[in-house]
């Protein structure tokens, strides 16, 4: 599968964090210069308007616009029925008590995954792969 033409948005209010999805996603083969970063969500709700991302990975806390907010404003504004492309959503976090609950609840609101933090740098290539397939 060919990474290099995809666009990613990584959105996290910490940069080491943010720099270390941004490393994987390089590793994985996608173009530097499709990577884009936001510390956080209004930022991110921005990048999305302009480059149009084809993955937003997104932490779930954050300060302005949290992950959960970006998660609903890409839901309304990039309805799969709408013209437009549909834009893929994963959520990260280092703050889930309950993964299994955080998932259900991400996905009954339009998240395509979630990876709790700190997680397998295998697991992360195998989720960004089949979401950008």
């Keep these: 599968m060919n ?5 990613v948005l990584v959105i996290d209010d910490e940069k080491p964090a943010r ?11 996608v ?10 969500g209004r930022v991110g709700t921005d990048l999305i308007q302009k480059e149009c991302p084809d993955l937003t990975i ?15 404003w890409i839901r309304d504004q990039y309805k799969p029925s709408q013209p437009q492309p549909s834009i ?5 976090s280092g703050y889930v008590e309950d993964p299994g609950g955080a998932t259900k609840r991400l996905t009954d609101a339009g998240a ?7 997680f397998r740098l295998e697991t992360f ?5 089949s979401l950008l397939a």
């Design 3 to 7: 990474m290099n033409a995809k666009k």
């Design 19 to 29: 720099t270390m999805v941004v490393r994987a996603l390089e590793r994985l083969g």
């Design 31 to 40: 173009d530097s210069a499709n990577i884009f970063q936001a510390e956080n």
């Design 58 to 72: 997104t932490d779930l806390t954050m300060p302005e616009m949290d992950g959960w907010e970006v998660l609903a």
């Design 88 to 92: 893929k959503v994963l959520a990260m």
């Design 112 to 118: 395509d995954g979630f990876l709790a933090k700190p």
């Design 125 to 129: 290539f195998m989720v960004v792969k």
